[in-house]
């Protein structure tokens, strides 16, 4: 079985519908935004279909599964139980139609439409914000992983008012003339989201994750370079995004090269868990060597271009083409945790009551190796792909070519994550997606009812 450590308490963690219903929407986004990369790139759509393709991707399928997974994880890991499971409910349907309104308007460039799907997801990334903050409010001392979570919850809050700002400047566009251009305001925006949003998270998480599914402790070089990462990050992401706000190079270029720094240090101490695991290889820890790797190599390509000019609209993602952070860094990262998480919650709910008594699968038993693998290559071939057609201005057809393998291979990762669900979940695949704010309230006048024991789940 995979490694699961013995200090999770899965008593506090919420109803397995509740994360579920998040990654299962958040699957339906990436395949939906991995398409309209294709179309873009075949010039299909018109109006501004790359803002589609990367608010689909990443204010969707990225940013909706980070809000699952620090739905389920944030009890489970801080021991304390979730706020509110309504409000947990909401904040996902609200997103979904607020970032899926947008992708729409800004495909068919009805863009005067646009600051009302803004609102729609301004309102439920808000709540989200809230009802993990007043969650960890109750977890006290915070660790690494916690004290990362509340930053990037500030940023969850930053980032859809700047949204909304620029997307009411298109129906009113009251930023003209004012000292807040809406390019710098843009770029801030972006700088918020992909540094300070998602990869505040992301990193916070491998702490947890990198070592807990290793089976390896952090020692010798790795606090040291965990100390600069904790520091010098989010220095360098807030002062990247503000250099950029305001037009200032050196503040920008500071900053710039805080967060690959701390990256660069990060990436190491990743490699070296997995140098070190004591488990098998699984598709989790196969993503998280492409993660290791592509954040590297971005790091060093992205020091040297924020050094340079940090304030160019080629640099926004740092040096190198975008596809190395997006999708090597980022997309691998979520593809490989979620081949554990799904798999895990699922497992949890059928089969841990069942030890003992019947026998029962493993954790890595519950999906297809053989898709798994699969996915694995097609998505690594596309993002490599599109990786060189960035750097080396190739046409769009190897583009589009590339885009369509990364698409087949995150069509393939959907249909094994739905399979898990279908075959083996408690509840069918209806019944995690259609429930009522009611019944997830409900469960929370009871938690653990339907939970089993700590020590059963970890056996």
């Given at each position: 079985?995979?490694?699961?450590?013995?200090?999770?308490?899965?008593?506090q963690?919420?109803?397995?519908?509740?994360?579920?219903?998040?990654?299962?929407v958040?699957?339906?986004?990436?395949?939906?935004?991995?398409?309209?990369?294709?179309?873009?790139?075949?010039?299909?759509?018109?109006?501004?279909?790359?803002?589609?393709?990367?608010?689909?991707?990443?204010?969707g399928?990225?940013?909706?599964?980070i809000?699952?997974?620090?739905?389920?994880?944030?009890?489970?890991w801080?021991?304390?139980?979730?706020?509110?499971?309504?409000?947990?409910?909401?904040?996902?349907?609200?997103v979904?139609?607020?970032?899926?309104?947008?992708?729409?308007?800004?495909?068919?460039?009805?863009?005067?439409?646009?600051?009302?799907?803004?609102g729609?997801a301004?309102?439920?990334?808000?709540?989200?914000?809230?009802?993990?903050?007043?969650?960890?409010?109750?977890?006290?001392?915070?660790?690494?992983?916690?004290?990362h979570?509340?930053?990037?919850?500030?940023?969850?809050?930053?980032?859809?008012?700047?949204?909304?700002?620029?997307?009411?400047?298109?129906?009113?566009?009251?930023?003209?003339?004012?000292?807040?251009?809406?390019?710098?305001?843009?770029?801030?925006?972006?700088?918020?989201?992909?540094?300070?949003?998602?990869l505040?998270?992301?990193?916070?998480a491998l702490?947890?994750?990198?070592?807990?599914?290793?089976?390896?402790?952090?020692?010798?070089v790795?606090?040291?370079?965990?100390?600069?990462?904790?520091v010098?990050?989010?220095v360098?992401?807030?002062?990247?995004?503000?250099?950029?706000?305001?037009?200032?190079?050196?503040?920008a270029?500071?900053?710039?090269?805080?967060?690959?720094?701390?990256?660069?240090?990060?990436s190491?101490?990743l490699?070296?868990?997995?140098?070190?695991?004591?488990?098998?290889?699984?598709?989790?820890?196969?993503?998280?060597a492409?993660?290791?790797a592509?954040?590297?190599?971005?790091?060093?390509l992205?020091?040297?271009?924020?050094?340079?000019?940090?304030?160019?609209?080629?640099?926004?993602?740092?040096?190198?083409?975008?596809?190395?952070?997006?999708?090597?860094?980022?997309?691998?990262?979520?593809?490989?945790?979620?081949?554990?998480?799904?798999?895990?919650?699922?497992?949890?709910?059928?089969?841990?009551?069942?030890?003992?008594?019947?026998?029962?699968?493993?954790?890595?038993?519950?999906?297809?190796?053989?898709?798994?693998?699969?996915?694995?290559?097609?998505?690594?071939?596309?993002?490599?792909?599109l990786?060189?057609?960035?750097?080396?201005?190739?046409?769009?057809?190897?583009?589009?070519?590339?885009?369509?393998?990364?698409?087949?291979?995150?069509?393939?990762?959907?249909?094994?994550?739905?399979?898990?669900?279908?075959e083996?979940?408690?509840?069918s695949?209806?019944?995690?997606?259609?429930?009522?704010?009611?019944?997830?309230?409900?469960?929370?006048?009871?938690?653990?009812?339907?939970?089993?024991?700590?020590?059963?789940a970890?056996?």
């Open positions: 079985m995979s490694a699961i450590p013995g200090e999770v308490d899965t008593d963690q919420p109803p397995m519908t509740v994360p579920l219903r998040h990654f299962l958040g699957l339906g986004l990436l395949v939906t935004g991995g398409a309209t990369g294709v179309l873009d790139a075949v010039g299909a759509l018109s109006g501004l279909s790359v803002l589609a393709h990367v608010h689909l991707l990443v204010a399928w990225v940013c909706v599964t809000m699952g997974a620090m739905t389920q994880f944030v009890p489970v801080s021991n304390a139980p979730l706020h509110s499971r309504r409000l947990a409910t909401a904040q996902l349907w609200l979904t139609a607020g970032v899926g309104g947008m992708a729409a308007t800004f495909a068919t460039g009805t863009l005067p439409w646009v600051h009302a799907f803004g729609l301004l309102l439920g990334f808000w709540t989200f914000a809230y009802n993990l903050g007043r969650t960890l409010l109750r977890a006290r001392p915070w660790d690494v992983t916690e004290r979570f509340a930053l990037a919850l500030g940023f969850f809050v930053a980032v859809p008012a700047m949204g909304f700002a620029l997307a009411m400047n298109y129906a009113v566009p009251f930023l003209a003339g004012s000292p807040v251009a809406p390019p710098r305001l843009a770029a801030a925006h972006v700088t918020l989201a992909v540094f300070g949003a998602v505040t998270t992301v990193l916070g702490y947890q994750l990198a070592t807990m599914f290793t089976q390896t402790e952090l020692h010798g790795d606090r040291h370079l965990g100390r600069v990462e904790e010098g990050y989010p360098g992401v807030v002062a990247l995004a503000a250099g950029r706000l305001l037009g200032s190079a050196p503040v270029r500071v900053g710039g090269l805080l967060v690959a720094v701390a990256l660069l240090g990060f190491a101490v490699a070296r868990r997995l140098v070190e695991t004591q488990v098998a290889w699984t598709p989790m820890l196969s993503r998280y492409v993660v290791a592509a954040m590297a190599a971005w790091a060093v992205a020091a040297r271009v924020w050094f340079v000019d940090p304030l160019a609209p080629t640099a926004r993602f740092g040096g190198g083409p975008p596809h190395l952070l997006v999708f090597g860094v980022v997309g691998f990262v979520v593809l490989g945790t979620l081949y554990h998480v799904v798999p895990f919650i699922v497992w949890v709910h059928r089969y841990s009551d069942l030890l003992g008594y019947e026998q029962v699968p493993m954790i890595d038993d519950l999906y297809d190796d053989r898709v798994a693998a699969a996915d694995f290559a097609c998505v690594l071939a596309g993002a490599v792909g990786a060189l057609a960035d750097a080396l201005g190739l046409s769009a057809a190897v583009t589009a070519g590339a885009g369509a393998l990364a698409t087949v291979g995150f069509a393939l990762f959907a249909g094994n994550m739905l399979l898990v669900v279908r083996h979940s408690p509840h695949l209806r019944g995690v997606l259609v429930t009522r704010l009611a019944d997830d309230g409900a469960a929370a006048e009871s938690p653990g009812e339907d939970v089993p024991a700590a020590e059963d970890v056996r």
